[in-house]
């Protein structure tokens, strides 16, 4: 299924004109966790689409794809799969703060243009590496028989696995390209607790509320009167002296979002407006 079936599958499910999006297109290849957002939440999307993230990737050696991944044109370079240890000792490489080339068959725009779009057409062209980070890469099995190796990694959001798997075979003097990826975590939120699309019927019973998909930021309480009086109407407050964005909450519920300045904290995003 496609990140826009999903979304799909479930509009259905909901009111007339419901907004409703995901926050991080998912290729046609993986699967896993796909973070939806439903009508006023959608406000939210730019920092849910920023966290960082868990995949679960396998990687075939000793052959290379023109897409990085087994949708694409396969290429055998008859070159052996790499030892263990030798795969182990080049994680440290490709670990920490790295400088990543985009694939071609990725949905980043060049010209106004998506490079998957070029790629369709046979054209290639020269793209500018991007600073990504790999918070940890780590060799989960190595299957010898089938020339596949299964990877752990944590990445920041704008990684690409495909491309990381294909500059560690080509360190290694080998090639390699992606069969499976799965998606086990975005930010703090897992895989482990998702709903599957065999429970997308029962999709209204388990709608998570804002205030936990934001749990990764610091937050404020305030007082029902500077709620509805300030907050819900995108009003200046009182400084938090936090750093960065906060949530503005009261009683349990996330009503805004704000950042601090000199004049007084801002609202980024007011969920409770009317």
Request: proline content about 4%; hydrophobic content about 40%; overall charge neutral.
């Amino acid at each position: 299924m496609t990140s826009a079936t999903a979304v799909s599958k479930v509009k259905r499910l909901l009111r007339e004109k419901t907004k409703i999006g995901h926050t991080g297109t998912l290729d046609p290849l993986a699967s896993g966790l796909l973070v939806l957002l439903l009508g006023r939440a959608t406000r939210l999307s730019r920092y849910v689409t920023n966290l960082d993230k868990a995949y679960t990737a396998t990687a075939r050696f000793g052959a290379v794809s023109d897409t990085l991944d087994a949708d694409g044109e396969i290429t055998d370079l008859d070159a052996p799969l790499p030892s263990e240890e030798a795969i182990r000792d080049a994680l440290p490489t490709f670990t920490g703060n790295l400088l990543q080339v985009p694939p071609m068959a990725s949905a980043l725009k060049q010209g106004g243009v998506r490079l998957y779009e070029l790629h369709r057409r046979g054209i290639s062209v020269e793209r500018e590496a991007r600073p990504v980070t790999v918070h940890s890469l780590t060799l989960a099995d190595l299957d010898p028989a089938e020339q596949t190796a299964t990877f752990e990694i944590s990445c920041s959001s704008g990684t690409y696995v495909r491309t990381l798997v294909s500059d560690l075979a080509t360190s290694l003097g080998s090639g390699a390209y992606l069969t499976a990826l799965r998606r086990t975590r975005v930010g703090h939120l897992n895989v482990k607790d998702v709903q599957t699309s065999k429970d997308f019927e029962t999709v209204h019973n388990h709608i998570i509320p804002p205030l936990k998909v934001m749990a990764h930021l610091p937050e404020v309480t305030v007082s029902e009167e500077v709620g509805r009086r300030l907050v819900c109407h995108g009003g200046r407050i009182e400084r938090s002296w936090i750093e960065g964005s906060y949530l503005v909450v009261c009683g349990g519920e996330l009503l805004a979002i704000y950042r601090d300045f000199e004049d007084g904290g801002r609202a980024e995003v007011v969920l409770c407006a009317k």
